[in-house]
């Protein structure tokens, strides 16, 4: 049994947390979710290490930044402390942040909000489970909450020159 | 008897760290305060870690940084060093941090930096004592010293699609 | 038999882990190449971390920022992680990032992710097996994916005054 | 005896070392003062951190960055790596940069330069000596090296509203 | 015998690993020079780790970043790396780095990069032999590669007020 963490903020304005749990629970059975939520992202990085030196496998970090230059700081700070987290513990935190002004309503920002959500919960199961799937995926342009950008046209001649 | 450390600064132009400790000792009895304080909020990380050392369970890292593109940089780091005092040793620092350009005139800046200075206390608190709260709370769009922005309007159709 | 790392992203729009794969098999039989995939490119520091304490040499760690100001914060993030992986191992991690706004259409992206992926993929065999080769070279203006710089005109007279 | 140490910079433009050492003499005969200096401010977080393992209970670091954007950059490097010493060793450095930009002419450069290094130097003796005086100044807007901005006004009603 | 490391870049458009190393063979018998080439400046870090750790005193980094905002940035998580590669082995790293943008031509450039190189090999040279030598610089204006900007005038008096 396999051991996930999910982390998310009352700062969102979104239940991102919800959508994440929900989601890998309709992934199977071989999954042992555990939540926990903190009030902003940059409490994230270090409730994230706590969980994965916890026992979980791996951690999804889900939060979103306000749209003032501040916030954009406070999410670069996160972000960096995302990462330092997981080289300490030598474990992945998928980190999965909506900015608020991504989206030019409540509407559209819910629905952003889901979908990446829930797309990068199904990167974090390919991760622990079918990592070979990704590298089939290698270059393919994903994106998380959008449209895939797909791969470059005309690449493969390019490519194989 | 869990223990929480309250460090605030000189610079700051409302004396938080008072404010802080006396919202901590009114949210109940099984509390003990440890109160320092520090120059300026650089000098907070490490101040912040060794109260965590000696034995705090939470620390409340309050500031007040200046409206210079300077102070702006200062509380970048500041916040930097927080998070990684944080990865460290495994323990949360909340961080309060009032910006003098976020309110126009003396009297709303105190009235921000003592509203957001006791939510952050109550948020510290819940963390402690209450961590089920918080997950209560995911996704509502708390605030803190400011109206909370609330969850997303028309969030949940949009998220239960 | 030394060891070399290969981990790139689905972000990417071109499949450039299996361009330095196969680039790394072609400049001998002597090295033996290890691949993964990542989602993004805040995803390569602790998977090129993990190779190299799983006994890679050295890893090179391929990805392709997006044009926004948010993606080239991401980079910043990756960079930084990626440099601090290797403070912590001891190993050399070469960073080929291909920004997507360097190339005015698919094409050439395409041709200029092949071109620096595979110049970089040698600089990474040089540096594993013939490091002498690099003292070389220094100072010399090498580019990876566009025209080398060449050294500075009259540099040799203004140096040996 | 407590041991405080000092380093600044051949960089800076007036020699704070000696303005802080001078300081501190003055402060009381229950010090012993060490002094280093080294080029330049990127040069400080290392130098620091050896005074501090070699036994030094706070250290000083003086600098004097220029007025170029390259020069802030430094500066935002300097800043973090000391931060990182701190956390590092468990002790405080106290950072005291003037930026060469801060002062309209050499003369005001240097009376700037003195003022703030002489404040600051009184700050680590007190933080070393009598850390209950720095509670008794929390919130009471200190400046180093300027007119303190001084506590907001009309705080008190605000606060104990 | 001290030993002392040069590392540079293939990048770099001037060879200012020779430099380095012929000013350091310049400056005294009681050396021993360890020489190494990286492609570019984010390779420096974890290679200066090295040498330091496989024995140098100290260890002269040297870069040559280019003009675009990214390589800016590049510079900054060199530079960062830098300073982090130094806490974690309590020994000086030199970085000198000479933009191309500092100078107008080549043969600048050029001239730039030699006069920087050797004031920083000769810095590196006084941290090794005669630290005393750099406290009597202290404050004096030091810059390398241009025209020192010397102590500010009238600082004297300002200081012994």
Redo the contacts between chains.
Sequence with gaps: MRRIGVV????????????AVSELRSLGPNLKVI?????GI??L???C??LL?EGCDIVIALGMPGKEA?D?????????????????T???I??VFV?MDEAPD??T???L??NRTVE?AK?AYL?LFR?EE??R????????GFED???????KS??H?
């Design positions: 998310d903020t009352t700062f969102s304005r979104v239940d991102m947390g919800s959508i939540r926990r939520t903190v009030p940059k409490d990085p270090v409730e290490k706590l030196e501040l954009k700081v406070c999410a670069h700070e996160a972000s960096t402390g995302l990462i330092h987290a997981q080289l300490m030598n474990k992945h998928i980190e900015h409540d509407r920002l819910a629905m909000a889901r990068h990167s991760m990592p990704l590298i995926l290698a270059g393919t342009g994903q994106r998380q950008a797909g791969p470059v046209k005309g690449g390019a490519i020159h």
